[in-house]
């Protein structure tokens, strides 16, 4: 089942002799619980491309469709919406909010949505996460492998259509990120989770069960 579909996207910035083409008439789909790897060098597009999945960012021309709708139909005030309730974003540098502890960053997309939290739902997260003695713990008193679990959870709990992370490795050691992607992959098989990793490591993107190369704004190799 189809559950991404993105036409013909282009981003240009800037104009005349300072334009430049970010993304160039991309295309591609994403079914049901695939887990996808878009990989590319530093300025190849694609964390523009990641922003534009999730909403952060508009297109110059272009289409995204997540589960059949035109996300860019939607105002801004919907598309926020839209972008709380339906996609679930992990950043390299974790974005956690410093006052609140691990579990209360986790349910902040819920509190935001004035959702309740299925107490339940939430200890099976956590033990997921391996975070059952930090639930309590402020970012600060985490390791940088402990916020990156911290942020997953953040973008799991409402269990989104899709989840996009940036370069989720970029900021740990060798350890830590190999835990990450195994955490990342065992959301994927065992919550059936869509997600969307961007990465400049090869290596990592390997666990991903399509791997999509970006090369000046391009998609150059699908695998």
């Known amino acids: 089942m189809e559950i991404l579909k993105v036409e013909n996207l282009t981003k240009v910035y800037g104009k005349g002799s300072t334009e430049v083409r970010a993304l160039d008439d991309v295309s591609f789909k994403v079914n049901k619980g695939e887990f996808v790897a878009i990989v590319g060098a530093s300025g190849s597009g694609k ?57 209360e960053n986790i349910t902040l997309p819920l509190s935001l949505d004035n959702r309740k939290v299925d107490k339940e739902e939430l200890e099976d997260l956590i033990k997921l996460l391996g975070l059952e003695r930090r639930k309590k713990h402020l970012p600060n008193e985490l390791s940088g492998g402990q916020q990156q679990r911290v942020s997953i ?55 991903a069960d399509r791997i999509i190369k970006i090369e000046d704004g391009h998609i150059v190799k699908e695998v």
């Not at 021309?61 to 059949?68: A, H, M, P, R």
């Not at 065992?186 to 990465?199: E, F, G, L, V």
Request: net charge neutral; hydrophobic share 40%.
């Open 153 to 207: 959870g953040r973008a799991l709990i409402t269990h989104p259509t899709i989840v996009l992370a940036d370069e989720p490795t970029g900021n740990l050691d060798s350890k830590s990120s190999d835990e990450i992607v195994a955490l990342l992959k065992k959301s994927n098989k065992d919550y059936k989770q869509t997600i969307i990793m961007i990465t400049h490591n090869m290596e990592i993107a390997k666990v």
């Open 47 to 103: 964390s523009t491309l990641l922003h534009i999945l999730g909403g952060v960012d508009r297109p110059t021309s272009g289409k995204v469709y997540i589960n059949g709708e035109d996300i860019f139909n939607l105002n801004d005030e919907k598309l926020a919406i839209f972008r709380r309730r339906q996609v679930g974003l992990i950043y390299q540098f974790y974005n956690l909010i410093p006052i609140l502890n691990a579990e």
